[in-house]
Nanobody, 120 residues
């Protein structure tokens, strides 16, 4: 099995910064795309940022220029540096990883989520 464990959420004032981290562990042959999603109360889960194994990145328009995603392939980790946070960034943030396990096809795994609250 594969587990994704997130850390780094919390309460911050508008304009502040937070860094989210996610570590994958378990029976992992390779991790392809990794990403961060978020879900605000009453809203659907949405992609915040994604990064391929080769390092290509993609961001939601709402976070471009403020958030930076990065990964360490050797450690199976992905991070999200969030700067200039706004109250509308308040949400539960989820880590996602497309994992290839030995003898299995690629499968998407999710972390348990970490709460980010941005106060005005």
């Amino acid at each position: 099995q594969v587990q994704l464990v997130e850390s780094g959420g919390g309460l911050v004032q508008a304009g502040g910064s937070l860094r989210l981290s996610c570590a994958a562990s378990g029976s992992i042959l390779r991790i392809n795309t990794m990403g961060w999603y978020r879900q605000a109360p009453g809203k659907q889960r949405e992609l915040v940022a994604g990064i391929t194994r080769g390092g290509s990145t993609d961001y939601a328009d709402a976070v471009k220029g403020r958030f930076t995603i990065s990964r360490d392939n050797a450690k199976n980790t992905v991070s999200l540096q969030m700067n200039s946070l706004k109250p509308e960034d308040t949400a539960v943030y989820y880590c996602n990883a497309a994992v290839v396990r030995p003898f299995y096809d690629e499968w998407n795994y999710w972390g348990q989520g970490t709460q980010v609250i941005v106060s005005s």
